[in-house]
């Protein structure tokens, strides 16, 4: 008999109740993070038989525990990058403070699949082809197969009659008025209860909104309880609140030191033949950056080709009609009666042309933000205006007639990655001046205005708020490459090693995530980060020659307190 939904994420509390004070002294393989990269080789690794250590720096996040108040995601929100370190180490969302460019992330038990919008798109691979990523990878099949084993895996499917949602009729008057279609993609999140692929069983999705910010329904396809799980199943050891804080090779491979959060004062050293790097863009970046400094044989383009995959977002004020596009969470913190909202993002228009990819996301404002609705108009020293919205509330007529619009776009990836005070930071100070991205912009703003209404630019990019443009997809730091003076990474996902010649890697070392990506993207990346670690599996299979089954149903036997 399966398990249901909470038997089965009971019965991950007690395995990531487990930190690194728990760790055995050597593993055949550890992986740092647990997001889509992460998720994939431990997994794999995992049905090759190998023993399996995954190294996770957040928690475990249960129903019900993801933050609903503005207080309680205060309280889960820490400050990195050029900022102070403020706030718990632990907590689910990060802000990483850069030049010109702010990273918003996630940590915990499934990466940035916890709190994404879940939106599913397969990348042009002639774009890619274009944009100089290694020949093999978009030519050999296996990404296609990659492609195809992610979608599988992560049960993905678009909404179900989005029609009955005002915030989808909105997109759809807005492509209609720029002579676009709206198009709806596949998303990570299941809209019917039952078993997904891991064994767990899901609850469908109740269009609260507030997927951004960790959904509280068990609805989201997330890596916890899609690869993570069948990771367990197959004998992984997950250790959370396990800080990498270095990786060093040794003699027989490579050694790994990790520090306890829940002790800070604790730190543990595990060895491994094989780790995977994969924790998130910036996190893996960092690592690599301390181990050069500490004499680890790198390439010289560590930290470079970092990309905001054209990201950026806008605000459409003064609608015509109504888009219902303020999240009201679960539980409800919506007026009584409130019409549902939808998922946070499912729909899409194309703005694209020859000069590149567009594409036009529509969001939903979660509570924190639309509460900041006063404060911007003050700032803007409209009096009228902050005491008209601190008066009507969140869920005011104004504001159900206004909405966020994500944009994913192009950039060059000139952007860096660098170390300071051993930290990683974004250092992008011309990202807002870049040409692609205000291309992109003033499509959306006479999208906006076509369909009558009033365009506002990023409320984050205000002196006030911190000057930056917000992200979501960062890519790059550790790109792949034909060979190590135009990449850190090859084809097969192993860190090139520059004392074994243009093509020689460091053995057993692998990047899994974001940061292997050399370009943007183009569209909404977690299929092609998730795909691009399925295939390096793949090759990793063949290299330590071993079987990877990836169709065999796992055994699930009696566990006891022990896992």
């Known amino acids: 008999m399966r398990e249901s939904?909470?038997?089965?994420?009971?019965?991950?509390?007690?395995?990531?109740?487990?930190?690194?004070?728990?760790?055995?002294?050597?593993?055949?393989?550890?992986?740092?993070?647990?997001?889509?990269?992460?998720?994939?080789?431990?997994?794999?690794?995992?049905?090759?038989?190998?023993?399996?250590?995954?190294?996770?720096?957040?928690?475990?996040?249960?129903?019900?525990?993801f933050p609903v108040s503005r207080k309680a995601r205060r309280k889960a929100t820490r400050l990195t990058g050029?900022?102070?370190?403020?706030?718990?180490p632990t907590g689910l969302y990060y802000l990483s403070i850069g030049k010109g460019l702010t990273v918003f992330g996630a940590s915990g038990l499934g990466g940035g699949s916890l709190i994404n919008a879940g939106i599913v798109l397969r990348p042009d691979l002639g774009r890619l082809r274009n944009a100089g990523w290694p020949d093999a990878v978009v030519g050999d099949g296996l990404l296609l197969e990659g492609l195809a084993r992610a979608e599988a895996m992560l049960g993905v499917a678009p909404v179900p009659a989005p029609e009955r949602f005002a915030k989808f009729a909105g997109m759809r008057r807005a492509a209609a008025a720029s002579g676009r279609s709206v198009q709806l993609p596949a998303m990570?999140?299941?809209?019917?209860?039952?078993?997904?692929?891991?064994?767990?069983?899901?609850?469908a999705c109740r269009h609260c909104g507030d997927c951004w910010s960790g959904c509280n329904v068990g609805a989201k396809n997330t890596v916890g309880i899609t690869y993570i799980a069948d990771a367990v199943d197959h004998g992984a050891t997950v250790l959370c609140e396990s800080r990498a804080q270095s990786i060093s090779k040794t003699e027989s491979g490579w050694e790994v030191v990790v520090q306890n959060l829940s002790k800070p004062s604790e730190s543990r050293r595990i060895e491994a033949p094989i780790v995977v790097l994969a924790a998130g863009t910036l996190g893996t970046t960092e690592l690599l950056l301390r181990a050069q400094q500490r004499g680890l044989k790198l390439s010289a383009r560590l930290g470079k080709k970092f990309s905001a995959n054209g990201d950026d977002l806008v605000i459409a004020s003064d609608l015509g009609e109504p888009v219902n596009a303020i999240a009201t969470g679960f539980?409800?913190?919506?007026?009584?009666?409130?019409?549902?909202?939808?998922?946070?993002?499912?729909?899409l228009i194309d703005l694209g042309d020859e000069h590149g990819p567009v594409w036009v996301h529509d969001g939903t404002m979660l509570t924190v933000m639309a509460a900041l609705a006063p404060l911007k108009a003050l700032l803007q020293l409209n009096v009228r205006g902050a005491l008209r919205h601190l008066k009507g509330g969140i869920y005011s007529d104004e504001m159900s007639r206004t909405q966020i619009l994500y944009i994913v776009a192009h950039d060059d990836a000139s952007g860096q990655l660098r170390l300071q005070n051993d930290r990683v930071m974004v250092d992008w100070p011309g990202y807002s001046d870049a040409p692609e991205r205000v291309r992109a912009e003033q499509k959306v703003k006479t999208l906006i205005e076509r369909m009558g209404g009033k365009f506002k630019v990023n409320p984050f990019t205000m002196a006030a708020f911190g000057g930056n443009r917000i992200i979501a997809h960062p890519l790059g730091?550790?790109?792949?490459?034909e060979t190590v003076e135009d990449g850190v990474v090859g084809p097969d996902g192993r860190v090139f090693d520059p004392t074994k010649g243009p093509k020689g890697v460091h053995d057993g070392l692998y990047v899994c995530d974001g940061a292997a990506v050399p370009s943007a993207i183009g569209v909404s990346p977690l299929l092609t980060i998730t795909a691009l670690a399925e295939r390096a599996m793949i090759l990793a299979a063949t290299q330590i020659q071993r079987k990877l089954d990836v169709d065999a149903t796992p055994p699930r036997p009696a566990r006891d307190a022990a896992m």
Not at 188 to 203: C, D, E, F, K, W
């Open 477 to 481: 730091g550790c790109a792949m490459g």
């Open 82 to 88: 050029r900022a102070p370190n403020l706030g718990d």
């Open 188 to 203: 990570t999140i299941s809209h019917r209860p039952g078993l997904n692929v891991a064994g767990v069983m899901q609850y």
């Open 331 to 347: 539980p409800s913190q919506g007026p009584r009666g409130a019409a549902p909202v939808g998922p946070h993002s499912m729909a």
């Open 5 to 65: 939904f909470s038997s089965r994420i009971e019965r991950f509390v007690v395995i990531a109740s487990k930190t690194v004070a728990d760790a055995m002294p050597a593993y055949d393989a550890v992986i740092i993070g647990s997001g889509y990269g992460g998720g994939v080789a431990a997994s794999r690794l995992a049905r090759m038989g190998l023993r399996v250590a995954v190294l996770e720096q957040g928690r475990l996040w249960r129903l019900g525990d």
